[in-house]
């Protein structure tokens, strides 16, 4: 009789632990082969099987792409690629200079640039910033045309230091932007030479002031200056925040920018159907155009900076609408024709 008692304590336990234990290894097991055969497991064995926690709805940023003008009504650019570009950065988490989000930042700007088959020339540097001395990269793309005269496109890449900003508008929407006219104009030879700027430290750390913020425009006009490139510039055309919602996007005209350069794209939005967008207010911005406009080169920003988001952590991928970044980018494409012949016509009685 004594000699039973461990024995049915045995089968206790073995209910208890062991077959519990069995059929936590057995239905994952089960449910992969479940799966391997295509026969859908229950819901709540996936995660056992592949780790992945179980499906929820895509959040409604998801489905932004969606919104996306179709690329033929918009001259081939691609709001929906542009929006992933975006969605790309945001996923770095926050960019600011030096940190290692913005290393990968570089990096993925550096293989679409490769994979759109554009050369590209990078600039290191190191800033000095009220926080001290902080390394800076700007990326160009060079795209050779017929004449040696540029034409200069420009974003900033970097986001402002703050917990949680991740600068989905500000400026990942830009750079999206960028990156897929780099697609367009990387495989075409047109009439002027493009280059395509990708700024590292737009932002300013603290207060803004001359000497705090655009750290990397000032860097290349400075290098361009000294180097006599500068004067090859007949016009700069800086985006920054351009992915705010369709029915809230509004450029004002901004009052240091060159008005012929203004007019040119503020009257092909209006040929496009897009007036609505670009209004004829006037407000004054500082931003990456200036060190090209105090040494003397033709430059336009278009930047929407009453976003309500601007400058907080809600600035975040949700807010960046992939119509916007195609009607933005097919402004600027259809503009170019009007800036180069303005730019060529400069060039030749240079
Ligand atoms: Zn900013």
Not at 29 to 42: H, T, Y
Not at 60 to 69: E, G, K
Not at 96 to 124: F, H, M, N, V, W
Request: with cysteine; proline share 6%; glycine share 8%.
């Amino acid at each position: 009789m004594r000699a039973e008692k461990p024995q049915s304590g045995w089968k206790v336990l073995l209910v208890l632990f062991a077959l519990p234990l069995a059929l936590y290894w057995l239905v994952p097991i089960a449910a992969r082969l479940l799966l391997g055969i295509g026969i859908e497991a229950p819901q709540w064995a996936v995660p056992l099987v592949t780790g992945a926690r179980p499906q929820k709805a895509p959040p409604p940023a998801m489905a932004r792409p969606l919104d996306a003008l179709p690329a033929e009504s918009t001259g081939g650019f691609d709001g929906a690629r542009a929006w992933e570009h975006v969605r790309q950065q945001v996923t770095f988490g926050p960019r600011p200079p030096g940190s290692e989000a913005s290393r990968r930042t570089q990096e993925y700007i550096r293989e679409r640039l490769k994979d759109y088959g554009c050369a590209i020339e990078e600039d290191s540097f190191t800033a000095s910033t009220p926080v001290g001395r902080v390394e800076m990269r700007n990326l160009v793309a060079k795209i050779p045309g017929e004449s040696k005269s540029v034409v200069l496109l420009l974003t900033h890449y970097d986001t402002m230091t703050g917990e949680n900003f991740v600068g989905a508008n500000d400026s990942g929407s830009s750079t999206g932007v960028m990156l897929e006219l780099a697609r367009l104009l990387c495989s075409t030879k047109r009439q002027l030479t493009y280059w395509i700027g990708f700024m590292d430290g737009e932002e300013a750390y603290g207060v803004w002031s001359d000497v705090n913020g655009t750290f990397g425009s000032r860097q290349m006009a400075a290098k361009l200056a000294l180097s006599g490139e500068l004067q090859q510039i007949k016009a700069v055309i800086l985006a920054d925040i351009v992915g705010e919602r369709a029915d809230l996007l509004r450029f004002k005209r901004e009052s240091s920018s060159t008005p012929w350069l203004i007019d040119i794209i503020w009257d092909t939005a209006k040929r496009l159907g897009y007036g609505q967008h670009f209004v004829a207010d006037e407000t004054p911005i500082e931003d990456d155009h200036i060190p090209f406009i105090r040494r003397g080169v033709p430059a336009v920003d278009v930047i929407d900076l009453e976003y309500a988001h601007w400058h907080t952590p809600q600035d975040t991928l949700d807010k960046v609408c992939a119509r916007s970044l195609g009607m933005v980018g097919h402004v600027l494409l259809e503009s170019l024709p009007a800036v180069e012949k303005r730019g060529w016509s400069k060039a030749k009685k240079q």
